[in-house]
Structure formats: structure tokens, C-alpha cells
């Protein structure tokens, strides 16, 4: 439980341990970005570009397996940078940084057919869905985090102490958020958690990522996992005593 390891007193890190998952480029797309889980699916956003206009393309897979289940035709969801479930309305929310980051999409889950859009009065770059309040996690500029409800309006938000700019998609269990930062050319990687309170609790190294860009981050059966571009591949991560890697 991460509660027990952040009171324990050690610094604390992530290692990607094991590749689980090879991203099957469909449609023209090709690099992978959002990403997320139903609870038994995962749902990974790739792009490509076509006469310099950048499109999306939803691929489904069984992590059990490793099948891929379906994929979409492309979309018009722009950089697609971060999915999350809605199981409310069984659909994915689509963070695609487009129109200032201010435009989601939304696809459903199981036809993986484009829904429609929405425009929020805040930019987003990232978000988790949250069923048991019926809200979402998002990360906007300057590492703001918020926290919207099922509209998208603003109910609360704080900036976050790590300043470490990059633009990933974030995930949240409802008691942390994990906040994946890229730093391009350097082996090691950045995990910022904190609380839903905004209390930093670690800006803790990310490792074994050393060819690989982190660009978002769930959890599905007790596990984290990891999805990245240049590799395109989902890892597994497990979580370390810091200078243990």
C-alpha cells in the first residue's frame, strides 16, 4: 500500500521492471501517448499526421493476453495526450490538446466510435475519472492540478510544488495523484505524488525508462503500468527504496 511506504521513512522510486505490452500501430498512427484501463481493457491513443494535420487513432487490447481487441478509425482528437474511463457513461475522455488544451473528446468504449466534444473553460492536459465521487483529476498549466466534476467545472485546484514542466497524462487512485515528467535526455525520469490535498509526497526518480518517454501512467489488478513513446511499449512499474536501482 503506498501509505505504508511513504510513512516509512525511505525515499521513494520507481523502476520499470518488465515490458507487457507491445502498441500495434493502426490507421496512420504510430506514436503512443493517453492511455488508460476500464478495470479489464486498456485503452492506448496513438497519433499521426496526415497533410500536417494530427489525428488519433483508439487501440483496445487484452492485457491478459495481449490480443488487440479493436481499433478505431482515425479520429480527430489532435495530440490524443490522455485517456481516462468514464464508467459512468462507459466512454473514454479524450484530453487532446487542441484549442489551448481547452477541447475533450469522447469515445465510446466499446465501439470505439468518436462521440463528440466539449469544451472546458480550463486547460487540460491530463485527467483521471474518479466513479466513486463522479469527478475527475486533470492537470492544466503550469502544473495545476484540479479537481472538475462531471461537467468539467473547476471545484477546487493548487499548483503543484514540483515544477518540473512537462506535459504526460497523470493518473489517480483517489487517494494520490502520480504525475509522470519526461526529462528528455537523461536516463532517469521523474514520478511526482501527492495527495489529493496537494501535499508533495515525492518527486521520486523513475527508472529503467532510459530510451523510452513516459507518457502516461494506470493501475489495473494491484499493478502500475506505464505506456511510453519511442519504445512503444506498456511497462510494468514497481515501486523501490530510492538508490536501491
Given at each position: 500500500?503506498?501509505a505504508?511506504?511513504?510513512?516509512?521513512?525511505r525515499?521513494?522510486?520507481f523502476a520499470?521492471t518488465e515490458?507487457?505490452?507491445?502498441?500495434?500501430?493502426k490507421?496512420?498512427?504510430g506514436?503512443p501517448q493517453g492511455?488508460?484501463?476500464?478495470?479489464?481493457?486498456v485503452?492506448i491513443?496513438q497519433t499521426?499526421?496526415?497533410?500536417?494535420?494530427?489525428f488519433?487513432?483508439i487501440?483496445?487490447?487484452?492485457?491478459?493476453?495481449?490480443?488487440l481487441i479493436?481499433?478505431?478509425?482515425?479520429?480527430a482528437t489532435?495530440?490524443t495526450?490522455?485517456?481516462?474511463?468514464d464508467?459512468?457513461?462507459?466512454r473514454?475522455?479524450?484530453a487532446?490538446?487542441?484549442a489551448?488544451w481547452t477541447?475533450?473528446?469522447?469515445?465510446?468504449?466499446?465501439?470505439?466510435?468518436?462521440?463528440g466534444?466539449?469544451?472546458?473553460?480550463?486547460?487540460?492536459?491530463g485527467?483521471?475519472?474518479l466513479?466513486?465521487s463522479?469527478?475527475?483529476v486533470?492537470a492544466?498549466?503550469n502544473?495545476e492540478?484540479?479537481?472538475l466534476?462531471e461537467n468539467f467545472?473547476k471545484?477546487?485546484?493548487?499548483?503543484?510544488?514540483?515544477q518540473t514542466l512537462?506535459t504526460?497524462?497523470l493518473?489517480?487512485?483517489?487517494k494520490?495523484?502520480?504525475d509522470?515528467r519526461?526529462?528528455?535526455?537523461s536516463a532517469?525520469h521523474?514520478?511526482?505524488v501527492?495527495d489529493?490535498n496537494?501535499?508533495?509526497l515525492?518527486s521520486?526518480?523513475?527508472y529503467?525508462l532510459s530510451?523510452?518517454e513516459?507518457e502516461?501512467m494506470?493501475?489495473?489488478?494491484?499493478?502500475?503500468?506505464i505506456?511510453?513513446?519511442?519504445?512503444g511499449?506498456?511497462?510494468?512499474?514497481?515501486?523501490?527504496?530510492q538508490?536501491?536501482w
Open positions: 500500500e503506498m505504508d511506504l511513504l510513512s516509512d521513512g525515499g521513494l522510486a520499470a515490458k507487457v505490452l507491445k502498441f500495434e500501430k490507421n496512420g498512427g506514436t492511455g488508460c484501463t476500464d478495470g479489464r481493457f485503452y491513443g499521426g499526421t496526415d497533410n500536417g494535420v494530427e488519433g487513432v487501440t483496445k487490447y487484452d492485457l491478459s493476453t495481449g490480443e479493436k481499433y478505431s478509425e482515425r479520429l489532435f495530440h495526450n490522455d485517456l481516462t474511463y464508467a459512468k457513461n462507459n473514454i475522455v479524450i487532446t490538446l487542441d489551448g477541447r475533450l473528446s469522447f469515445v465510446d468504449a466499446d465501439t470505439l466510435e468518436y462521440i466534444d466539449f469544451m472546458t473553460s480550463v486547460g487540460v492536459r485527467l483521471e475519472y466513479p466513486d463522479n469527478t475527475y486533470a492544466g498549466f502544473i492540478i484540479m479537481i466534476d467545472n471545484i477546487s485546484s493548487h499548483i503543484c510544488a514540483d512537462m504526460q497524462g493518473y489517480s487512485d483517489g494520490y495523484v502520480y509522470p519526461y526529462l528528455e535526455g532517469v521523474l514520478l511526482v501527492e489529493m496537494g501535499k508533495l515525492a521520486a526518480n523513475l529503467g530510451k523510452a513516459p502516461h494506470f493501475k489495473l489488478n494491484g499493478k502500475y503500468y505506456g511510453c513513446n519511442h519504445s511499449y506498456l511497462y510494468e512499474v514497481e515501486v523501490i527504496p538508490n536501491w
